[in-house]
């Protein structure tokens, strides 16, 4: 169930690095900076950019859960960094360190796992990211093949929604926050009662939000920006291929430009696609000899928020009765949504003399992070499973197109497949780690830590609540 208390009380400050000079780094860095339970340490391409205090201009509503009424930016707050350094000075970041978290793009973790993993300090630690899609987790568990002691020391996590929207308007000094996701789903391993514990106590401090459990596995199919951007994409750049000379007269918006189209295809990958994908990986692990996932219950993990649960309530012959009401429904409540409103889309202006034009970004994170760390994971998950993805093959088609990118195939192969396009192994699906079958794809997704991590409990137990937290009476 949600975990709404912190269990824990601090009596040292707790030290925090953050991994990457994002928006949400700025936030994180403003509000944990102002908290003195917090020592915060930032690991940047860029720290001659940041200032030693982050301010944060926070935009409130009456309800995180329905960002559409009393809007309003408070009076701007500010924190302290304590550290700043450059990736060359990562060690000295990590020496002391609790808590690990990346808040960098999704395409940026594989990289940073293999910088951060092998200097991880000697002692228990917690890594985590911000935003778990893409199979988070299988990056750790490979480098923790190479480097089995820190794999034995850390307690890994990840957010199933990244939990602001943000956007530094004055990189390394100030940044706007424009909403905060209302429910945190939070994935651990080992899933442990006292790894779950530690991660929900420390994250609902840092936070300030009500933890729910989920799983890798659900972090991977059913995180929300993979199914929003493809489409809005689609839709708002139709038409543009890479190279081509087509150009905009406008910097678009994003969220506020959602139509048809979008609609469409945000609810077909929303309430069937996906849901379709979450239940076969459920009924194929829920069969694994390690009864890891005996009890899943992945349905209940795959909702977002409660609009979407409310939809998600009805049997799926009243929701496919209903689609065109609940498209319509889908991309009004996104345009409605004030938290999303201010987005602009990934544009650039194009330099030259004239009229001002802009062009898509097609290497920004919206497309990077969401077709070959996002829709492209999916697809390849889906196709050893047999499970039909007609949109997500539409949706990866369209943004390969303006990526320049070949990840799938414009037809399939005599096995209805296509995930063996010319840059498939640029993705993070299943298949780029040599997994095939069913039995392999099991078996890849099941992470069972627990008895290589009994040995390292009592030390991280010892480390935990007694150098840092105090156990509290309202447990």
Not at 5 to 34: K, P, Q, W
Not at 197 to 226: A, D, H
Not at 301 to 322: D, G, N
Not at 385 to 400: D, H
Request: hydrophobic share 40%.
């Amino acid at each position: 169930g949600t975990i709404h208390l912190c269990a824990y009380n601090f009596i040292m400050a707790f030290v925090v690095t953050l991994l990457g000079g994002s928006n949400g780094t700025h936030v994180l860095a403003a509000d944990l900076g102002r908290n003195p339970n917090f020592e915060v340490r930032i690991v940047t391409r860029k720290p001659e950019n940041w200032s030693k205090t982050v301010a944060c201009a926070e935009q409130e509503f009456f309800s995180d859960s329905v960002p559409i009424f009393g809007a309003k930016f408070n009076p701007d707050y500010e924190g302290k960094v304590d550290m700043i350094v450059g990736w060359e000075d990562l060690g000295k970041a990590l020496a002391g360190s609790d808590l690990v978290l990346l808040t960098c793009p999704v395409s940026a973790h594989q990289e940073v796992l293999e910088r951060t993993i092998p200097q991880l300090p000697s002692h228990p630690i917690l890594l985590g990211t911000a935003y778990a899609q893409g199979g988070f987790d299988w990056i750790c568990r490979k480098l923790f093949q190479q480097y089995p002691e820190q794999g034995r020391r850390t307690v890994v996590f990840g957010l199933k929604s990244f939990p602001f929207l943000c956007k530094a308007d004055k990189y390394g000094e100030h940044v706007k926050l424009f909403g905060r996701f209302p429910t945190m789903k939070v994935a651990v391993s080992p899933d442990t009662k006292n790894s779950r514990m530690m991660v929900y106590t420390i994250l609902s401090r840092m936070l300030g939000k009500p933890i729910e459990p989920c799983s890798f596995p659900i972090c991977t199919i059913g995180s929300s920006n993979q199914v929003l951007h493809p489409g809005i994409q689609a839709q708002i750049f139709e038409g543009y291929t890479h190279g081509c000379d087509i150009t905009y007269n406008e910097h678009k918006m994003f969220y506020g430009a959602v139509g048809g189209l979008a609609e469409k295809k945000m609810s077909d990958l929303f309430y069937y696609e996906m849901p379709a994908l979450a239940l076969a990986v459920q009924k194929l692990l829920q069969a694994h000899p390690s009864r890891m996932y005996i009890n899943a219950n992945f349905w209940e993990e795959l909702k977002f928020e409660p609009a979407s649960r409310f939809v998600l309530s009805f049997p799926y012959f009243m929701r496919y009765l209903f689609y065109r009401v609940i498209s319509a429904g889908t991309g009004t409540a996104i345009r409605m949504n004030k938290r999303l409103s201010a987005v602009k889309a990934p544009m650039k202006q194009v330099p030259g003399d004239g009229p001002t034009k802009y062009v898509p970004v097609t290497d920004s994170r919206m497309f990077t992070d969401d077709i070959p760390n996002g829709l492209c994971v999916l697809l390849g998950m889906a196709e050893i499973l047999g499970v039909s993805m007609p949109t997500t093959v539409f949706l990866i088609q369209e943004n390969q197109k303006m990526m320049g990118k070949d990840y799938i195939t414009d037809k399939p192969n005599r096995h209805g497949h296509y995930c063996h396009g010319t840059d498939w192994e640029e993705t993070n699906a299943p298949q780029v780690y040599g997994v095939k079958t069913q039995k392999e794809l099991a078996d890849f997704l099941v992470w069972d830590r627990e008895k290589e991590f009994a040995e390292t409990e009592k030390e991280r137990g010892f480390r935990l609540q007694n150098h840092h937290l105090l156990p509290s009476s309202k447990l």
